[in-house]
């Protein structure tokens, strides 16, 4: 009697792992690249930018993951170019300073820059993503049941009748809440600047952690003026809010915000892609749609209720070094 001869099955499942690995290769059942970013934009600006890469890209699983300001480069900082981050987005310019200065910052300066007026270039490791202006904030309802006056300088917030009637940003966590000491540094002397802070904070219901802060005090009536941003006070505007902008005598103080990539991930060709998208295209799409405040040379975007012919404040000598060392002398 003839014995069957056992089946050999070697062959199939060499023929199958070959088949998966084509698959691999082909990019067919494979995770999709992923792109993650650092943002400290405001709520509804993650939104836009998320809706816009997910439109743009398709192909790849663009993260975009909210830090505050303090924390976002802080982190940075401690993680280096071993960060999971590969795009910085919307950070003061001098955290970005300080990235560049550690080395954490790719190079960028193939990009064209003519497009940009020229105070807004002040690096080859980071470019400008927007202006971002301060102003005084009121709400006309909240100071008209408290029966109180609107404020017309810096001075008249001292007033006692204001206790508790005031909401500022932390220079400690806030690029916004900074640029508000800033201006007053360049403007009164760094003695008298910190002695007014001294005496405003009697008045300060409370310093907000982020620069939202004040505008979302004066929408929910908690206090009657907002040491905010301008741009958000005219969204919270055109929105429905009842809330006024104001300049006093010392200008506008303002910030200039940036984007930049990770040194070592411009390699990657999907974090090239989309930091070129943000700068080619979305730079121009944000300013028109939420910070027309100029940093294009042939763009002027207008924007419903958002003030003209802004004279702005002294923010002279704004680096890192200085930042730091005028944070310090906050903290004591």
Not at 192 to 220: H, M, Q, R, V, W
């Amino acid at each position: 009697m003839r014995k069957m001869k056992k089946l050999r099955v070697f062959p199939v499942v060499l023929t199958a792992a070959l088949f998966t690995g084509l698959l691999a290769l082909s990019g067919c059942g494979s995770k999709k690249e992923q792109v993650l970013i650092y943002t400290s934009a405001e709520s509804y600006r993650v939104d836009d930018l998320k809706a816009r890469l997910e439109k743009e890209f398709p192909d790849y699983d663009c993260v975009v993951e909210y830090k505050d300001t303090g924390s976002h480069a802080a982190q940075l900082i401690a993680e280096g170019k071993e960060t999971d981050c590969d795009i910085t987005y919307d950070l003061e310019y001098s955290y970005l300073e300080e990235l560049a200065t550690a080395g954490v910052l790719a190079d960028v300066s193939d990009y064209d820059t003519s497009v940009y007026t020229e105070d807004a270039i002040t690096s080859s490791f980071y470019l400008p993503e927007l202006k971002n202006g301060g102003a005084i904030v009121i709400n006309p309802d909240v100071l008209a049941e408290k029966n109180l006056p609107v404020p017309q300088s810096y001075e008249d917030l001292l007033k006692p009748e204001y206790a508790g009637q005031i909401s500022m940003p932390s220079p400690k966590s806030s690029g916004t809440g900074y640029m508000f000491l800033k201006s007053l540094v360049n403007s009164m002397g760094e003695d008298a600047a910190f002695a007014y802070f001294d005496s405003l904070t009697e008045n300060i219901l409370s310093y907000t952690s982020s620069g939202s802060g004040p505008i979302n005090a004066l929408k929910n009536k908690e206090v009657g003026i907002g040491l905010g941003m301008t741009a958000q006070a005219v969204t919270a505007i055109n929105e429905g809010a009842n809330l006024e902008i104001l300049y006093f005598a010392e200008g506008s103080p303002y910030s200039m915000y940036g984007q930049a990539i990770i040194s070592g991930k411009e390699e990657r060709a999907c974090v090239k892609e989309v930091f070129d998208f943000m700068i080619n295209t979305y730079g121009k799409e944000t300013n028109e749609k939420f910070y027309p405040e100029k940093i294009f040379k042939d763009i002027t975007p207008e924007i419903e209720n958002y003030p003209t012919d802004i004279s702005y404040a002294d923010m002279s000598n704004n680096t890192s070094e200085e930042k730091a060392r005028l944070l310090e002398k906050w903290n004591h």
